[in-house]
């Protein structure tokens, strides 16, 4: 079950003090769960009691999953086990020999976030909500997954990305890539096909939503212009 740092103080002091007292909690003691003290974490992510839907928490943010751009082909890594001692009797060989599957590719991932829903859920704090928004922006352009890392070295930084705000109906640009992108220069080609479809989106829909990218390759814009766009 996911708590706050408030929530767990209070699950912490109550136990002392039921110990020192040498007696059950009352059941209005029990009912640690807080409305007025919020993780980050609970408030972007969500919470779901099945017990107590009164504490249940709606979530802010909504992550689609990565897929490559490109036709990708998976090749395997081929490993060992190596055992460090082994008796003269025992056969020769390794522990464990294996396989692990893995792929090379670029990828386009989409993440939504109903700022109000997020500054709502932290009880109306609008700049722990923007830091929230800021540090998570960050992780999100830099961060990669950790599995696997000490065989792969996967350590990646976004190349390009792109930041949109405002009222309405968000959509993913996922159906830039309903055709895969062939040939060397696949970033440049699915910059220009999200920007094409963006561009045809607001046109199509009457929309135009504010918006602020960079693009590594050629130096365009900063990750802090989009942090502070993000934030303003």
Known sequence: MHISP??????????HRLAEEKRPATEEEAALLRHDRMAVDIAMFGRMLANKPDFNVEAACQVAHAFGVSETIVEDDFFTAVDDLRAASDDAGAGHLGETGFGSALFYTYICIDKDLLVKNLNGNEE??????RAFTEAAL????????????SRAYASWALAEKGTDQPRSLAAAFYEPINGTDQLNVAVKRITALRENMNAVYAQETAFKDFNVMNQQGSMKDMLDFICA
Do not use: D
């Open 6 to 15: 408030a929530e767990f103080e209070a699950v912490k002091a109550l136990a």
């Open 128 to 133: 722990l909500a923007n830091k929230t928004l």
């Open 142 to 153: 830099k961060v990669s997954p950790t599995g696997k890392q000490n065989s792969f070295a």
